[in-house]
């Protein structure tokens, strides 16, 4: 047995890269589902007779959906492995995907999609896990970005495949595109991903693995910087279809353009990531992302407060800079949680990204029910998410000089 764990362990250190470029693989499944079919909104709505933000609600449900995924796949995947929990989620991922397809009703349409994100909760929810497995500290951080810039092509090149997808033949054919997708990833993780998860003779429940990780004030702090992070993201992603294609009159080929430039930018900012974690810890440096945050939604907020018409321009540029710096705050945010839990790194995986998405879900719910038309609830509600995120990580690492650190992590 220990033999062959050698082995292994042998094998996994000589393909990194390969390694690395799957887990981006199968995590790009999330961007996909999420951002081909914004492009199709309009027209989904037009289809089902709804309003756009009815459509704009399966988003949420998605969102709300992965989270119950990786809330279920983390402690499964530490407690039966890595491979199992993924292949399961990808067959549901998969069957929900032709489920949308078939479907002929705004119910049918949000039920399956959020299967379809249970599914892929469950599956995704192992790529940081299996990242923790075989690494630590700044590697684990540099690991983690390099995937990252991998799987940022996905939130590039998904609203240009919904797109062309829309105008070839349907919006149909984006989620059949979605299942074929899913499918291939599996066939080759089927192949090629050995099982990472470290074996142990003690076993701990679910509950008690949840219990450890939200019991630690450090790794709280990061909970919350990474949740609020992702609220203001989807806030952004929930409105860009209404707010370009509606408010500005921007076309459904150009908007995929204006929506790429963020991720272009996040890439950019990624790989400066990369290279200053050769000189600063991942907590230093995700604290430079929440400042610059704050700093750029406020000044967003003074603009359209000063513009009576405020210019696509300047408000592009203003989002640019506010996503691009979830670069220096998630992938710093993962590698500074999990590296207080070696044996649950899936589960502290799951409770950083449900939380997350569940952030989204409700902030993407709350612009879309503020929806009047203007630029104020995407905004309002973007900076409110950076303002809470930074403040709530400041406030519990400064409670953890007050408490014993063998009780709460500190």
């Known amino acids: 047995m220990a033999e062959n764990i050698e082995k292994q362990a042998a094998t996994i250190s000589h393909n990194v890269a390969q390694l690395i470029l799957l887990l981006a693989g199968l995590t790009a499944i999330a961007p996909l589902a999420i951002d081909a079919y914004l492009p199709a909104m309009p027209l989904m709505a037009s289809e089902f007779a709804v309003s756009i933000h009815d459509i704009e609600l399966s988003l949420s449900l998605f969102l709300a959906g992965f989270a119950v995924g990786q809330l279920t796949g983390g402690p499964l995947s530490d407690h039966f492995g890595r491979r199992r929990i993924i292949f399961v989620g ?45 690494s630590s500290g700044r590697d684990s951080a540099r690991y983690l970005s390099h995937m990252a810039i991998i799987m940022m092509i996905a939130p590039l090149i998904a609203p240009l495949i919904g797109t062309l997808c829309l105008y070839l033949a349907g919006w149909h054919s984006i989620f059949i595109v979605l299942f074929v997708y899913a499918l291939l990833i599996g066939l080759l993780l089927h192949r090629l991903l050995p099982e990472t998860r470290q074996i ?74 990369v290279r200053l974690l050769h000189y600063y810890d991942p907590p230093c440096l995700l604290r430079l992302g929440q400042i610059l945050q704050v700093v750029t939604g406020l000044m967003m907020l003074f ?62 719910l709350l612009v879309s029910s503020l929806g009047d038309g203007s630029l104020w609830p995407m905004i309002t509600v973007m900076t409110g998410c950076a303002i809470a995120g930074l403040t709530l990580k400041t406030l519990i690492l400064h409670s953890c000089k007050h408490f014993p650190a063998n009780k709460t992590g500190c």
């Open 200 to 273: 142990s003779t003690h076993k701990t429940s679910a509950l008690r693995r949840y219990y450890e990780v939200l019991s630690h004030r450090k790794a709280l702090a990061y909970l919350a910087a990474q949740s609020f992070t992702y609220g203001g993201l989807f806030s952004f992603i929930t409105a860009s279809p209404s707010v370009y294609m509606v408010y500005f009159d921007v076309s459904a080929s150009v908007y995929p353009f204006l929506f790429g430039i963020n991720v272009l930018m996040m890439i950019v900012v990624n790989r400066i990531n």
């Open 90 to 134: 990808l067959i549901l991922f998969c069957i929900a995907s032709m489920g949308i397809v078939l479907s002929h009703t705004l119910h049918g349409l949000w039920g399956w999609r959020v299967v379809q994100a249970i599914g892929g909760g469950m599956a995704i929810v192992n790529s940081s896990a299996v990242i923790r497995d075989i």
């Open 303 to 364: 603009y359209i407060v000063i513009s009576p018409a405020p210019a696509l321009s300047m408000i592009v540029m203003g989002i640019m800079v506010f996503i691009s710096s979830q670069a220096l705050i998630v992938s710093n945010a993962i590698a500074s949680t999990v590296e207080f839990f070696p044996r649950s790194s899936a589960t502290a995986t799951a409770v950083l990204g449900s939380f997350g998405f569940l952030s989204g879900a409700a902030s993407g």
